[in-house]
């Protein structure tokens, strides 16, 4: 099992730069494949980015692709998403969440395919 905290959310103008932060609690880190999303006021929570256990193999939404970046430490037990070029459409509550990797699954694009979340952070863009 692991435990899951954001941070690093914030007001940020248009065309800045946030680094989310999700700290991993739990020894099987390692193993478990990380993703990001995102929800914002009176929408469906949506996929953002997604990373497979050796931090080799990632994945984008195509509105953040070239912009975000996703990475992990799994020495530290860290996540990240470095976000760039901020426009106010990024503006959401930010969620890291992990489950364990299988032989079918090595990264998951849908909530549905993690059983663990952190509690969000909010970030929110100005024009």
């Known amino acids: 099992q692991v435990q899951l905290v954001e941070s690093g959310g914030g007001l940020v103008q248009a065309g800045g730069s946030l680094r989310l932060s999700c700290a991993a609690s739990?020894?099987?880190?390692?193993?478990?494949?990380v993703g990001w999303f995102r929800q914002a006021p009176g929408k469906e929570r949506e996929f953002v980015a997604t990373?497979?256990?050796?931090?080799?193999?990632?994945s984008y939404a195509g509105s953040v692709k070239g912009r975000f970046t996703i990475s992990r430490d799994n020495a530290e037990k860290m996540a990240y998403l470095q976000m760039n070029s901020l426009k106010p459409e990024d503006t959401a509550v930010y969620y890291c969440?992990?489950?364990?990797?299988?032989?079918?699954?090595?990264?998951?694009?849908?909530?549905?395919?993690?059983?663990?979340w952190g509690q969000g952070t909010q970030v929110t863009v100005s024009s």
């Open positions: 990373i497979g256990w050796s931090g080799i193999r990632t």
């Open positions: 969440a992990a489950d364990q990797s299988t032989t079918t699954r090595i990264m998951g694009t849908r909530s549905t395919e993690y059983d663990y």
């Open positions: 739990g020894r099987t880190f390692s193993t478990y494949y």
